[in-house]
């Protein structure tokens, strides 16, 4: 194959794969480069970059499938990357060779718009006309070869979720390398020619940037072009030639915030003029019936919560035997490593303890995390998740977000950290920075070990198995309810977000092709562990310190002595019966002489002391020392708070939100000094009071970091402050209002 003349021999070629949203684009990236992926970020920002290999007749060229944009008028951070992109000013990667352009073949006036905007680059272009199928259906008849012969380029007919129309994809792009075809673009007025020579000239003389055609549109059509936030501080100049190039346009009767979209729909509807047929008459679609349902005021959100009930509890259902069967796993390499170091306690301990419990604090979880992300991407393209962000728009807006932060709140509920990375869909800033701000509130999976340690423990004893479900249900709203008036609290006080109009396309409902479900589950949990996992991981380790140091010799040689004399005495035996016994390191007498020795290390540690130390901090929402240690240990992951426990009761760090004896111990637990002595600790109000901490509480180094690169360190700094203490408050009205009405 003969590539570009243009092209050095060594140089990658890059095909960029463009398009509205919800035009079947992520799908055809899927088909075309099957697993051959890899996913990023984009240097300097958070935006992921979804590149691929696809194979051509001259052997494997890169595949960039960017973010969907309805126009180059890059307000979000996603649209900026797509015109950064396209225009080479990404760092480390060159403007893409040829850019393939999805669209929707239903909708092909509004979509070509995007195409046209593409166009000024000068780029070579293949026009993807998807999801041909629902246009034929609305009776919608497009002559693909008069279009093309019209705008120049090749145009392909495609159903991508039935993969039709690969092949002619991969034959266009061939195509096209071996001869250059670009499409027609518009011929601009007089005064918008003059006003760009004016815009022109003006960078020229104030920046080294050679801006394209394009760049110097966006600076005099969009009303805050992210050109001018890449030119940095040399835009005074620039701003006052841009005031004037806008005045030439309204002198010439042109608004410049919409001379571009009049002119280019005006264009564009002469080129596509007797292309598009419309046979037989518009017939109410299968979708718009469909929504008369499900977007109604009373029944659509009736539904809404529903499936949203549904959804989670099917995560927890179906995620058991997975979590067990990789804890078991974990386990099994605890019982091998534990032999291997056995000569040196504390590496042992670091091993067993710290790094393979570090591994099993996020592992554990993943089986959850996967089937929420399974149930999201299905969600997604069956089309009714813009439903349900429609449908939230209305509950949101009184408090300054709009239905875009539904996706990033409603990820949050598997795991923060994807949540607050798809917040970079939001346009405006200060409404992108309060969804990061709430999204820690949501419940997410880590928390659910203390849920159903605690609602297993004393609430199913009690009320029944349905209300236990209940209440498991009902916890996670608890971050929910208090998220968004702190919502309403940050945009009408401190962001002081302006009210920004809320504009969503509605796709059409379709059959979801599992391949890609499943692949985007995939994904979605590959970038969990690597994101999250490294930093729990690593916290985690600090926190195996704090909890194993210091550790003298004389604390467990007393354990042991005042074991073997109980024991002894117990079994009216000698001390010597009960060390031989001992020495038996399987035998039940070794265990709980380990366990108590361990908890009595716990006790003396640098956490324990410091759980002490701070005791009466949370005296007031009824928490013991060592409900205090769990949960400053649970700071790396909600759920080592299980373990903690285990530990301190004596029980062993290997025990499970499930486990009787730790359900047992924690329900007979008593105070063991102060004014409550002999008292039960995990009386209902502290029950209720430590299930609402873990429900506002923020115990997620994971999380903190990622708002720290998102928002910056000052934001994490407030947001761990604010919900520690909210968590603090919550627990101790808990506390006192319970022991007052029971």
């Not at 915030?257 to 046979?279: F, T």
């Not at 979590?323 to 306690?345: K, L, V, Y």
Request: aromatic share 10%; proline share 5%; charged share 20%.
């Amino acid at each position: 194959m003969a590539l570009l003349p243009s092209l050095a021999p060594e140089k990658t070629i890059r095909i960029a794969l463009i398009g509205n949203p919800n035009t079947g684009k992520t799908t055809l990236f899927n088909n075309l480069t099957g697993l051959r992926q890899r996913v990023g970020n984009y240097p300097g920002v958070t935006v992921a970059r979804k590149s691929g290999l696809l194979k051509l007749r001259g052997g494997n060229v890169e595949l960039i499938d960017l973010p969907g944009a309805y126009s180059l008028s890059a307000a979000s951070l996603d649209e900026r990357i797509v015109v950064d992109a396209l225009c080479g000013q990404v760092s480390g990667m060159e403007a893409p060779d040829v850019v393939a352009c999805v669209i929707d073949a239903s909708n092909l006036l509004r979509n070509l718009f995007l195409a046209s905007q593409v166009a000024e680059l000068g780029i070579p272009m293949v026009l993807i006309l998807n999801q041909y199928d629902v246009a034929r259906r609305k009776n919608i008849h497009i002559d693909h070869k008069l279009l093309s012969k019209r705008l120049g380029v090749p145009v392909v007919k495609t159903v991508a979720t039935r993969q039709k129309g690969t092949e002619e994809i991969v034959e266009a792009i061939n195509s096209v390398l071996d001869n250059p075809s670009r499409m027609e673009v518009i011929n601009w007025p007089e005064p918008v020619k003059e006003a760009t020579k004016m815009l022109r000239e003006a960078v020229g003389a104030n920046t080294k940037n050679n801006l394209s055609e394009t760049e110097i549109h966006r600076i005099l059509f969009d009303a805050d072009s992210a050109i001018l936030d890449r030119l940095g501080n040399d835009t005074g100049e620039i701003r006052l030639h841009l005031g004037q190039a806008r005045g030439i346009l309204f002198k010439a009767g042109f608004n410049p915030m919409a001379a571009e979209a009049l002119l280019q729909y005006e264009h564009l509807g002469g080129l596509i003029e007797g292309i598009v047929k419309h046979s037989g008459l518009a017939k109410t679609s299968r979708t718009e019936s469909i929504d008369h349902l499900m977007v109604h005021r009373g029944w659509g959100l009736a539904i809404f919560v529903g499936m949203m009930y549904l959804v989670f509890l099917s995560v927890y259902t179906w995620a058991s035997p997975f979590m067990d069967f990789i804890q078991s796993g974990i386990d099994w390499f605890q019982g091998m490593a534990g032999p291997w170091f056995a000569a040196t306690p504390m590496l042992q301990s670091l091993m067993v303890d710290g790094v393979l419990e570090g591994v099993g604090a996020f592992l554990g979880f993943l089986p959850q995390i996967m089937i929420l992300f399974f149930f999201i991407a299905l969600l997604e393209d069956t089309g009714y998740m813009a439903r349900a962000a429609f449908l939230m728009d209305k509950m949101f807006s009184w408090c300054g977000l709009n239905g875009k932060s539904f996706v990033p709140l409603l990820s949050s509920y598997a795991c923060a950290v994807p949540g607050i990375m798809a917040t970079r869909t939001i346009e405006d800033p200060k409404a992108r920075l309060a969804t990061i701000l709430i999204a820690p509130f949501m419940s997410c999976s880590a928390r659910l070990p203390v849920y159903v340690l605690l609602i297993g423990a004393f609430i199913e004893p009690v009320y029944g198995s349905f209300y236990a479900g209940l209440a498991l249900f009902l916890m996670h709203f608890v971050g929910l309810a208090v998220a968004i008036p702190t919502a309403f609290v940050l945009n009408k006080f401190i962001l002081k977000t302006r009210p920004q109009p809320f504009l969503l396309e509605l796709p059409a409902y379709r059959v979801p092709r599992l391949r890609d479900v499943a692949w985007r589950m995939f994904q979605s949990g590959e970038e969990f562990v690597r994101r999250a996992g490294t930093i729990i991981f690593a916290i985690t380790i600090i926190v195996w310190a704090l909890l194993y140091f210091p550790r003298p010799a004389t604390v467990g040689e007393e354990i042991r002595q005042n074991f073997i004399e109980s024991q002894a005495q117990f079994q009216n035996t000698n001390p010597e019966a009960v060390q031989t016994s001992l020495a038996e390191t399987d035998s039940d007498l070794a265990k709980r002489l380990e366990y108590l020795t361990d908890s009595a290390y716990l006790e003396q540690s640098f956490m324990g002391r410091i759980g002490k130390t701070i005791q009466p901090v949370f005296d007031p929402a009824g928490f013991d020392w060592k409900i205090t240690v769990g949960v400053l240990a649970s700071f790396p992951a909600r759920e080592v708070i299980i373990s903690t426990l285990g530990v301190i009761y004596s029980l062993g760090g290997d025990v499970d939100e499930g486990t009787g004896d730790l359900r047992e111990v924690v329900a007979n637990a008593k105070w063991q000094e102060g004014a409550r002595v002999g008292t039960p600790v995990y009386t209902m109000p502290v029950v209720v009071g430590i299930l609402v901490f873990f429900a506002l509480c923020s115990q997620c180094g994971a999380t903190l970091a990622v708002i720290t690169k998102e928002a910056g360190f000052r934001w994490a700094v407030l947001s761990f402050t604010f919900m520690t203490t909210l968590a603090w408050l919550g627990a101790v009205l808990c506390y006192q209002i319970g022991i007052r009405l029971i």
